[in-house]
């Protein structure tokens, strides 16, 4: 199934769980675990199998963003992973959502630490769940750090403005039920189940036509910097062909027949 020493690889049916798994250091980012995400993102977009991703940490934690002892200059685990990033200066942008939007739904488990450089992997998700006790936050202005991973460009886009400011400008954590609050999350539920409630969701997905799914999240991406004209007909461009495909005429005969659709991906 791939992955690397800090990021494990799982086949739950249709969906790919993609693990942080570093709990020692509270998931913090390692070379080993971007060069694992990414190809994740990679795999999930290449396998016609794979319907959704969840995407979890290890340990009861999901990330505490970037090694700074790393950042220090006390180098980096995973030497051996190197020439991937020479050969791809962007692959750590890509692993970590900023660079790169898998075509398939990403739902966020959250459990634990989400902060820095795990909040910042979060505004690329497209589902959220957390467990009650999470904490989120961008800490990076505490450190005399700039949080480079998208946020002063997504987060407002996001929720809203005010609220956008006043975590990246405080660097202050904000609880789960606040985060639920300002829309950050969705659902927040009793600790231990963040990855139970996000493959339900998950499965809702996996359970619906799959070209019809992809197009959904292409549109709602794609025309998020239009005007209102110029989305609806991009809207019209992406959704038109989705009529015309046979897993189309299958929802529609099942619905008729009383039965659950067999989506074929044509």
Same mark, same amino acid.
């Given at each position: 199934?791939?992955?690397?020493?800090?990021?494990?690889?799982?086949?739950?049916?249709?969906t790919?769980?993609?693990?942080?798994?570093?709990?020692?250091?509270?998931?913090?980012?390692?070379?080993p675990?971007?060069?694992?995400?990414y190809?994740?993102?990679?795999?999930?977009?290449?396998?016609?199998?794979?319907?959704?991703?969840?995407?979890?940490?290890?340990?009861?934690?999901?990330c505490?963003?970037?090694?700074?002892?790393?950042?220090?200059?006390?180098?980096?685990?995973?030497?051996?992973?190197?020439?991937?990033?020479?050969?791809?200066?962007?692959?750590?942008?890509?692993?970590?959502?900023?660079?790169?939007?898998?075509?398939?739904?990403?739902?966020?488990?959250?459990?634990?630490?989400?902060?820095?450089?795990g909040?910042?992997?979060?505004?690329?998700t497209?589902?959220?769940?957390?467990?009650?006790?999470?904490?989120?936050?961008?800490?990076?202005?505490?450190?005399?750090?700039?949080?480079?991973?998208?946020?002063?460009?997504?987060?407002?886009?996001?929720?809203?403005?005010?609220?956008?400011?006043?975590?990246?400008?405080?660097?202050?954590?904000?609880?789960?039920?606040?985060?639920?609050?300002?829309?950050?999350?969705?659902?927040?539920v009793?600790d231990?189940?963040?990855?139970?409630?996000?493959?339900?969701?998950?499965?809702?997905?996996?359970?619906? #036509?799959?070209l @019809?799914?992809? %197009?959904?999240?292409?549109? &709602?991406?794609? +025309? =998020?910097?239009?005007? $209102?004209?110029? #989305?609806?007909? @991009?809207?019209? %461009?992406?959704?038109?062909? &989705?009529?015309? +495909? =046979?897993?189309?005429? $299958?929802?529609?005969?099942?619905? @008729?027949?009383?039965?659950?659709?067999?989506?074929?991906?044509?």
């Amino acid at each position: 199934m791939g992955g690397t020493e800090h990021l494990s690889v799982e086949r739950v049916g249709a969906t790919l769980v993609l693990t942080l798994n570093r709990p020692e250091a509270k998931n913090a980012l390692s070379l080993p675990m971007l060069v694992g995400l990414y190809d994740g993102w990679l795999a999930a977009d290449e396998d016609d199998e794979i319907r959704s991703i969840v995407l979890t940490g290890a340990g009861s934690t999901f990330c505490a963003g970037m090694d700074l002892k790393a950042l220090a200059g006390d180098g980096m685990a995973g030497e051996q992973y190197r020439d991937r990033l020479r050969a791809d200066p962007d692959l750590h942008w890509k692993a970590m959502l900023r660079h790169h939007r898998p075509r398939k739904p990403v739902i966020a488990a959250v459990e634990g630490y989400c902060v820095a450089g795990g909040t910042e992997i979060l505004q690329g998700t497209d589902i959220r769940v957390a467990g009650e006790s999470a904490t989120f936050g961008l800490f990076e202005v505490r450190r005399g750090l700039f949080p480079i991973g998208g946020s002063t460009v997504r987060l407002a886009r996001q929720i809203p403005r005010t609220h956008a400011l006043e975590m990246l400008l405080t660097g202050r954590p904000y609880p789960a039920p606040e985060a639920e609050r300002i829309g950050l999350i969705g659902h927040v539920v009793p600790d231990g189940t963040a990855r139970d409630k996000a493959l339900e969701i998950a499965e809702l997905i996996n359970a619906c #036509g799959p070209l @019809a799914v992809e %197009a959904v999240k292409a549109s &709602v991406y794609e +025309t =998020a910097g239009m005007t $209102e004209t110029d #989305g609806l007909a @991009a809207e019209l %461009a992406r959704g038109w062909p &989705v009529f015309d +495909t =046979a897993d189309a005429k $299958e929802g529609s005969r099942a619905f @008729a027949e009383k039965r659950p659709p067999v989506y074929r991906r044509a």
